[in-house]
């Protein structure tokens, strides 16, 4: 029964460790296990993201002349987003490429 209840636990881990990384859901994971340290790692990469992702939409919004660069960076977080979700499934805590040290400025 307790190896039951440990998988589950890490299931439940790397699914909410997933979420993170999937734009508002990250709220999700912030609501339901921002105390697991795994979890929490994952949750700042994954707002570093939304924050991201929020300022290329108002960028895009306002300077729509830009918008095959816009469309260049919402491909990069993109890329970075399953770079996040395969760090999750190798159960790792490595920062993203270029964008994961700001992570560090979020106080959970």
């Known amino acids: ?5 440990n998988v589950n636990n890490a299931d439940n881990r790397v699914l909410q460790g997933i979420l993170a990384y999937i734009g508002i859901l990250v709220v999700i994971p912030y609501l339901m296990a921002k105390n697991d340290p795994f979890v929490k790692f994952h949750i700042k990469q994954g707002l570093v993201l939304l924050m991201i992702e929020i300022v290329i939409w108002a960028v895009g919004m ?3 002349m830009m918008l095959p660069l816009i469309y ?19 159960k790792q805590e490595k920062e993203l490429p270029l964008v994961g040290q700001l992570a ?5």
Do not use: Q, R, Y
Not at 1 to 5: A, G, I, P, T, W
Not at 104 to 108: L, S
């Open 62 to 64: 306002t300077v729509w």
């Open 72 to 90: 260049l960076l919402n491909l990069a977080v993109i890329v970075l987003s399953i770079i996040g979700i395969v760090n999750v499934v190798n």
């Open 1 to 5: 029964m307790n190896e039951d209840n």
């Open 104 to 108: 560090k400025h979020f106080k959970i």
